[in-house]
């Protein structure tokens, strides 16, 4: 019984641990969308291909870093996950 506790105990601070960096990518994520994205085009623009996948947030993303988007490699991860995990029409992207 006591090892059931203890396995019980060690995966839920576990999972725990994964939430709490899955929140902060979403975090980091949507502040970069919504901070250097915006400086050159309107979210809107961003709002309008909510539907592609992460392969191409990632071009995209890559793309605006050669046009010289300051922004570093943990922020271009979190922004394309952000993104590629967004429905179309999603908030704040696209208010």
Not at 18 to 44: F, I, W
Not at 52 to 80: F, L, P
Request: charged share 20%; net charge negative; proline share 3%.
């Amino acid at each position: 019984m006591r090892y059931h506790i203890a396995a019980f105990a060690i995966a839920a601070l576990l999972m725990g641990s994964v939430l709490a960096a899955c929140g902060q990518d979403v975090a980091q994520g949507e502040k970069v969308a919504t901070g250097p994205c915006v400086q050159c085009h309107s979210n809107l623009v961003t709002c309008s291909n909510l539907d592609k996948d992460a392969s191409y947030w990632e071009n995209t993303v890559n793309r605006m870093v050669s046009k010289g988007m300051d922004i570093s490699d943990q922020e271009q991860e979190a922004v394309v996950e952000y993104l590629s995990g967004l429905e179309p029409g999603s908030s704040p992207i696209c208010d």
